[in-house]
């Protein structure tokens, strides 16, 4: 099983649809916990971070489970300049390393 | 611009040469991370460095792969008698090494090796 798991996608959303991403992870002693978000072809820039009691960035809603060991994004009235690939980022707990998922693509349609 | 900066942008080879890729972190950070990436997948962590001290490697870093970060600023990756299976983007990242602290990633360095 691999560290994290995301929604394999793709997602193909029309402009003003909400989306949502969930992502696993296997070590339940992480602690930090991201959202990033990859354009084709440029480095991944961080969306958000993810916090214990959930968190709001915008039309950005990211959630975080320890029970289940999930952490969750949610889009609300996508455009089109959200077409990208967000990655899932998990810490363990000491922070050396973070395990990325492999992304869940994303294209909003006209 | 005080972003992470990543140098070649770009790097063809032969297969069997050398190369070396290097990173300039953000200044104010003390952690330093490599990573590689290929196509459809996400970035996987290669090594880190806390400082000038190199705390851990993946077991993706054979012994071809070295890195250094020799007075806890920049930091290289060489490889040595590169593979075609090396043909990926090297990413390098910097934080400021707290628990919370997210990742700041350079352009990357795009390399093929023919």
């Known amino acids: 099983r691999k560290e994290v798991e995301q929604d394999p996608g793709p997602f193909n959303v029309p402009e003003g649809a909400t989306v949502a991403f969930n992502c696993t992870y296997s070590n339940s002693a992480s602690q930090s916990f991201f959202w990033y978000r990859q354009d084709c072809r440029k480095e991944p820039k961080l969306l958000m971070s993810v916090y214990s009691s959930g968190n709001e960035d915008g039309r950005f809603t990211a959630q975080l489970n320890r029970a289940s060991q999930y952490i969750s994004l949610l889009i609300r009235d996508s455009k089109l300049s959200d077409s990208a690939t967000y990655l899932c980022?998990?810490?363990?707990?000491?922070?050396?390393?973070?395990?990325f998922g492999s992304g869940t693509q994303l294209t909003v349609l006209p | 611009d005080t972003g992470v900066s990543q140098n070649p942008r770009h790097k063809i080879t032969k297969r069997g040469q050398n190369v070396t890729f290097r990173c300039d972190p953000i200044?104010?950070?003390?952690?330093l991370y490599w990573y590689r990436q290929t196509l459809g997948q996400g970035p996987e962590f290669l090594t880190y460095f806390q400082n000038e001290a190199q705390l851990e490697k993946s077991r993706l870093l054979s012994d071809r792969f070295s890195a250094e970060r020799p007075k806890g600023s920049f930091s290289t990756l060489e490889i040595q008698r590169t593979e075609q299976g090396d043909s990926a983007m090297y990413l390098c990242?910097?934080?400021?090494?707290?628990?919370?602290?997210?990742?700041?990633f350079g352009n990357g360095t795009r390399l093929t090796v023919t």
């Open positions: 200044s104010e950070h003390n952690r």
């Open positions: 990242a910097s934080s400021l090494g707290q628990i919370n602290s997210p990742l700041h």
């Open positions: 980022v998990v810490g363990s707990g000491s922070a050396r390393q973070l395990t």
